[in-house]
């Protein structure tokens, strides 16, 4: 089946600081969605993109779906202890209706 | 109120027993999902139902059994626990229109299998 590979696993930053993150496929993906999930809690949905270069905001996060259709980044800026959590990339490709979803980066924030 | 309720939030429970979860919505979705979610691998897709009349086997199926009791409802079945269904579960819905490809979760269930 289709796979995500999701990366960096885990990430501890400075409190203002930028992140990135990244997620590839090794097939051509036509949704690719972002969520972030607090400890105990369900992932929540932070950005959708569908559309090949699409570059979309969310307060300080911002996404963009790669021009060849096998990537996604999320960028936060000038992060803030509420950040932490994990962050999961989610993907649907040609093969099916359903979504993938990468492993997760977990991002912890140092006052 | 939470839009999407799973019961129970914990659940402990021995091998051989059987268990069931429960999800309930009230976003009015059509589309209702059950995953699984283990530490490092994301999440799963055990069973998925686009209406009432409709269930369809997701990647990891095997040892669970769902019914989609009302538009509202979706919950799931393990007819005989084993340990290594010892995980997070949880439920989301989804709608076909506009955006089909958004999925939104419920607060989860942690299954316990001793």
């Known amino acids: 089946g289709q796979q995500l590979n999701q990366s960096p696993q885990s990430m501890f930053i400075q409190e203002g600081e930028d992140v990135s993150m990244n997620c590839t496929s090794s097939s051509i993906f036509n949704t690719w969605l972002w969520y972030k999930q607090d400890p105990g809690e369900g992932p929540v949905l932070l950005i959708a993109?569908?559309?090949?270069?699409e570059l979309t905001s969310n307060g300080r996060l911002t996404a963009q779906f790669g021009i060849t259709r096998k990537d996604s980044f999320l960028n936060i800026s000038a992060s803030i202890p509420s950040d932490v959590g994990i962050y999961f990339c989610?993907?649907?490709?040609?093969?099916?209706?359903?979504?993938?979803f990468g492993g997760g980066t977990r991002l912890m924030v140092k006052p | 109120d939470a839009d999407v309720t799973q019961t129970p939030r914990n659940r402990i429970t021995k091998t051989g027993k059987r268990i069931m979860l429960e999800c309930s919505q009230t976003?009015?979705?059509?589309?209702m999902y059950w995953y699984r979610q283990d530490p490092g691998l994301g999440l799963r897709l055990i069973y998925y139902?686009?209406?009432?009349?409709?269930?369809n086997k997701g990647e990891i199926s095997d040892g669970y059994s769902v019914s989609r009791q009302a538009q509202a409802k979706f919950s799931l079945s393990l007819e005989s626990a084993i340990p290594n269904q010892t995980a997070l579960y949880f439920c989301?819905?989804?709608?076909?229109?506009?955006?089909?490809?958004?999925?939104?979760f419920g607060p989860g269930t942690r299954l316990t299998v001793l």
């Open positions: 993109l569908y559309k090949a270069g």
């Open positions: 976003k009015g979705h059509d589309r």
């Open positions: 989301a819905t989804g709608t076909p229109r506009p955006r089909s490809d958004e999925q939104f």
């Open positions: 139902s686009f209406d009432v009349k409709d269930i």
């Open positions: 989610a993907g649907r490709g040609n093969a099916g209706n359903m979504l993938t």
